[in-house]
């Protein structure tokens, strides 16, 4: 089928399940998942032995067992339901950072992550899937949050968007944009990646020359640019942010807005589904139930009741075909609502419990106080070859303690070298090349508390005072 006819027929059934309600998008979400299995058992070697025991017919979703990263990383080529696809040749495409945003073969969308367990991951994105996230933004995004007036302001600025992400690697964030602007001009020219790993200053002065009407990045970077756009060394006029990839506290968040002028929007997404969830003028996500089945599970993987907070959460990617995604334990922490959302929408309705990375404030050699986005100085851990779980625990005012646990096979020295290069050159370009770092003998862990994975904690007491 031809791309721009499918894209239209998903944007049109996009539309049609949420006028047909509750009923309609749980037709479609039965359908989409027996469908999803079937060619799953069939296709993929690994879903073939671990649906060995289940019948053809008459299952529930809830009979189909969990999975996890690390077991289908382990699995990967069998994982995969096309056998022409393997490991060797996405990770030589993934290693190199000039090709993030290049279609991978026949107009695969390939993006790498460590994510919120800390174990990488490979994820090859199908045709299909391409256009559901794209008919998806326009459907359930842009015509949700911008008002015609809005348009019309979007289009006299030339419809200028700013992704300030974790650049560097394939990563789905910046990796989606990248993509986007690799097949349309239009977006090309009104598209733009702009590393959050780059000395604040500097960003700035990208922003100020983009004059971008949207935004998109991490809480904690929105929060230090707005401490910039109220200094007035920022001066942009976003007509609304969007933000993910942490959670955000409703302080924050009116921070953020009023020091823009213009309202805050989430999405909850992960590199295994770019758009979980979209929020709505009531505070709540609604999650793209039509394409994506997202469970609330405790410990034990059971359902938590709504109104909640659940252990862990089991998602279901019911649109790509060539990684079927099936019960993944994404490790995310959601409360589902006890009732329907106040603004009357059918979907699921949730709130995300997101990581909640610590920003560090380290002392610059000339006294400075430079604020450290803790997804950025996570991207140049996850970025270097070789490491499976890496976490930056800031000890001292400035000095990190830096835990690695390498791949399985790797050569703990060689890693470490390359680690500390990574590090060591990110610190410098912040002009921070006094910030000391130590070799940890033990392993990322998880908090204590929550046991929950951080990747980025300041200690408390460690952070000089705000400057
Ligand atoms: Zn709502």
Redesign the pocket.
């Known amino acids: 089928m031809d791309n721009e006819l499918t894209y239209v027929a998903v944007a049109r059934d996009l539309w049609r399940a949420q006028r047909e309600g509750t009923a309609g998008i749980a037709r479609r979400q039965a359908r989409r998942l027996a469908t999803l299995v079937a060619h799953a058992r069939a296709r993929s070697p690994y879903y073939r032995r671990l649906y060995a025991d289940l019948p053809a017919q008459g299952w529930k979703l809830g009979d189909l067992p969990p999975t996890t990263k690390p077991e289908l990383m382990a699995a990967f080529e069998d994982w995969l339901t096309d056998p022409a696809i393997t490991r060797a040749d996405i990770e030589a495409f993934i290693a190199d950072p000039a090709r993030v945003g290049e279609p991978y073969r026949d107009g695969l969308f390939v993006c790498t992550t460590s994510g919120t367990t800390g174990h990488p991951g490979l994820f090859v994105h199908d045709r299909r899937v391409v256009e559901v996230y794209r008919a998806m933004t326009i459907v359930r995004l842009d015509l949700g949050w911008f008002s015609p007036l809005d348009w019309v302001t979007l289009v006299r600025r030339g419809l200028r968007w700013a992704a300030i992400v974790g650049t560097g690697a394939h990563f789905a964030a910046t990796g989606w944009v990248e993509f986007e602007r690799h097949r349309n001009p239009l977006y090309r020219r009104a598209f733009r990646t702009f590393s959050v790993q780059q000395p604040l200053a500097e960003l700035v002065a990208a922003l100020n020359a983009f004059d971008p009407a949207l935004v998109s990045s991490y809480p904690s970077a929105l929060e230090l640019l707005a401490e910039e756009q109220l200094a007035g060394r920022l001066r942009i006029r976003p007509i609304m942010l969007e933000t993910g990839g942490e959670s955000m506290a409703a302080a924050a968040r009116a921070q953020v807005a009023a020091a823009f002028g213009g309202p805050v929007h989430d999405v909850y997404g992960s590199t295994e589904f770019e758009m979980i969830a979209v929020d ?1 003028r ?1 505070g ?1 996500l ?1 999650v793209n139930s039509d394409w994506v089945v997202l469970e609330p599970v405790d410990a034990a993987l059971q359902p938590t009741p709504p109104g909640r907070p659940s252990h862990t959460v089991l998602l279901t990617n019911l649109a790509d075909r060539i990684q079927p995604i099936i019960r993944y334990d994404l490790g995310d922490s959601v409360l589902q609502a006890p009732g329907p ?3 009357g ?1 059918p979907f699921l ?1 949730i709130q995300v419990e997101g990581r909640r990375d610590d920003v560090l404030r380290l002392p610059a050699r000339d006294g400075r106080i430079v604020a450290v986005v803790p997804l950025a100085i996570g991207a140049a851990l996850e970025a270097t070859r070789g490491v499976h779980r890496g976490q930056l625990v800031q000890t001292g005012p400035a000095v990190i303690r830096v835990r690695v646990e390498p791949e399985p096979g790797a050569d703990a020295e060689v890693v470490w070298a390359a680690v500390l290069g990574n590090l060591r050159a990110y610190l410098v370009d912040q002009g921070l090349e006094n910030v000391e770092l130590i070799r940890a003998d033990e392993p990322p862990a998880q908090d204590p508390t929550s046991g929950k994975f951080r990747e980025v904690i300041a200690a408390p007491d460690a952070s000089p005072a705000r400057g």
Request: aromatic share 12%.
């Open positions: 709505c009531a709540w609604h959302c106040p603004c929408s309705v």
